[in-house]
């Protein structure tokens, strides 16, 4: 069982950033696949970025050069740095782990880029 923890949304312009943490209690963490999903209203939960317990990462077409995610096994914790927000970007951003069939999920964070 594992329980996520986002902070870090908020309010901000286009071309703004914003970095958002997801803290993990979990045993074992390190082996989880760790990701970040968002949900805009109206849409489908999608895929934002992963990494992978070897820190491989991959992303969404819509983030890739602005959006960097990145882990911290000691600490349990996984980062989703937002740089040039975009109006679309807007989302209730959500944490993820996986592992051995497990499938997790954090509340969300809200982030609204907005003028």
């Known amino acids: 069982q594992a329980q996520l923890v986002e902070s870090g949304g908020g309010l901000v312009q286009p071309g703004g950033s914003l970095r958002l943490s997801c803290a993990a209690s979990?045993?074992?963490?390190?082996?989880?696949?760790m990701g970040w999903y968002r949900q805009a209203p109206g849409k489908q939960r999608e895929l934002v970025a992963s990494?992978?317990?070897?820190?491989?990462?991959n992303y969404a077409d819509s983030v890739k050069g602005r959006f960097t995610i990145s882990r911290d096994n000691g600490e349990k914790m996984v980062d989703l740095q937002m740089n040039s927000l975009k109006p679309e970007d807007t989302a209730v951003y959500y944490c993820n782990a996986q592992r051995m069939g497990g499938f997790y999920w954090g509340q969300g964070t809200q982030v609204t880029v907005s003028s």
């Open positions: 979990v045993s074992m963490f390190s082996r989880y696949l």
């Open positions: 990494i992978t317990s070897g820190g491989n990462t």
